[in-house]
T-cell receptor, first 110, second 114 residues
Framework: QKEVEQNSGPLSVPEGAIASLNCTYS??????FFWYRQYSGKSPELIMF????GDKEDGRFTAQLNKASQYVSLLIRDSQPSDSATYLC??????????FGKGTRLSVIA | SAVISQKPSRDICQRGTSLTIQCQVD?????MFWYRQQPGQSLTLIAT?????????ESGFVIDKFPISRPNLTFSTLTVSNMSPEDSSIYLC???????????FGQGTRLTVV
């Protein structure tokens, strides 16, 4: 059974701080890793994807992958109230559907 | 990225009836999926919609309750049959353009069964 684990939160950070979201996965054969943001009542939207070990930066977002530890994280710098949402970690192992974690609810306090 | 049009966006249905949800992708995609999301919960995969053949259902979901069609590489439907209040949920279709790439989502269908 392929599993993706996330802390459900809520994670509360003050505006301007760094929010750190973490995710672990069980399948060592996983090849691609994704972070989605989901606002209440909306469908998930892709924020970042990462395929290789290390860091990948896109604006205020940095995804970090450590395949040896089966760990992927998302850092949000200069957090804004508009970043308040549920963040879903998803993992893909090739010709299979994405496996989603339960999501971490982030609250950025103004 | 792919654009997925899903409809209806919401519906209120009587128990015992059926509702068919449609998803149209703006370009050909390799795989299409159907998810259910209960309020405050994460996504639960219902099935993989296979083009030209029967869908592949996850544990706990059966074809008689959730018949799925995928007649071509851009279109799929999910029917929620013989509905009960427990079927009230958000239903999402999703697609992968290529293997190991990101999944895109339709806008979702908020279903309420009364």
């Amino acid at each position: 059974q392929k599993e993706v684990e996330q802390n459900s939160g809520p994670l509360s950070v003050p505006e301007g701080a760094i929010a750190s979201l973490n995710c672990t996965y069980s399948d060592r054969g996983s090849q691609s890793f994704f972070w989605y943001r989901q606002y209440s009542g909306k469908s998930p939207e892709l924020i970042m994807f990462i395929y290789s070990n290390g860091d990948k930066e896109d604006g205020r977002f940095t995804a970090q992958l450590n395949k040896a530890s089966q760990y992927v994280s998302l850092l949000i710098r200069d957090s804004q109230p508009s970043d308040s949402a549920t963040y879903l970690c998803a993992v893909n192992s090739g010709n299979t559907p994405l496996v989603f974690g339960k999501g971490t609810r982030l609250s950025v306090i103004a | 990225s792919a654009v997925i049009s899903q409809k209806p966006s919401r519906d209120i249905c009587q128990r015992g009836t059926s509702l068919t949800i449609q998803c149209q992708v703006d370009s050909q995609v390799t795989m299409m999926f159907w998810y259910r999301q209960q309020p405050g919960q994460s996504l639960t995969l219902i099935a993989t919609a296979n083009q030209g053949s029967e869908a592949t259902y996850e544990s706990g979901f059966v074809i008689d309750k959730f018949p799925i069609s995928r007649p071509n590489l851009t279109f799929s439907t999910l029917t929620v049959s013989n509905m009960s209040p427990e079927d009230s949920s958000i239903y999402l279709c999703s697609a992968l353009r290529e293997l190991n790439t990101e999944a895109f989502f339709g806008q979702g269908t908020r279903l309420t069964v009364v």
